[in-house]
């Protein structure tokens, strides 16, 4: 089992910016990719940005050039600098790690809100 606890997220106003903050501990030596995802009101659950053990990186188009997600190995932690941000980020940020049999993991959702 991992456990994962996300932190960052509240209300800022457009043009902001915010860092989430997602640990992993259990069996935190065996993830293999970690990254984030998002769902907004009354839309699906969608990529934002992946990172992998070795740093290669994935991010959705919308987040490019906005959004860097970085990670700390040493201390099982995932990272997503986001800058600025508009109203359609608005959405609970969930953390999902993929281990390297292929399991994966969700945190509990940090919500982001964008409003002036």
């Known amino acids: 089992q991992v456990q994962l606890v996300e932190s960052g997220g509240g209300l800022v106003q457009p043009g902001g910016s915010l860092r989430l903050s997602c640990a992993a501990s259990g069996r935190a030596s065996s993830v293999y990719s970690m990254g984030w995802y998002r769902q907004g009101p009354g839309k699906q659950r969608e990529l934002v940005a992946t990172v992998t053990t070795n740093g290669e990186t994935n991010y959705a188009d919308a987040v490019k050039g906005r959004c860097t997600v970085s990670r700390d190995n040493a201390k099982s932690t995932v990272y997503l600098q986001m800058n600025s941000l508009k109203p359609e980020d608005t959405s609970v940020y969930y953390c999902?790690?993929?281990?390297?049999?292929?399991?994966?993991?969700w945190g509990q959702g940090t919500q982001v809100a964008v409003s002036a």
């Open positions: 999902r790690v993929v281990m390297y049999g292929g399991s994966l993991y």
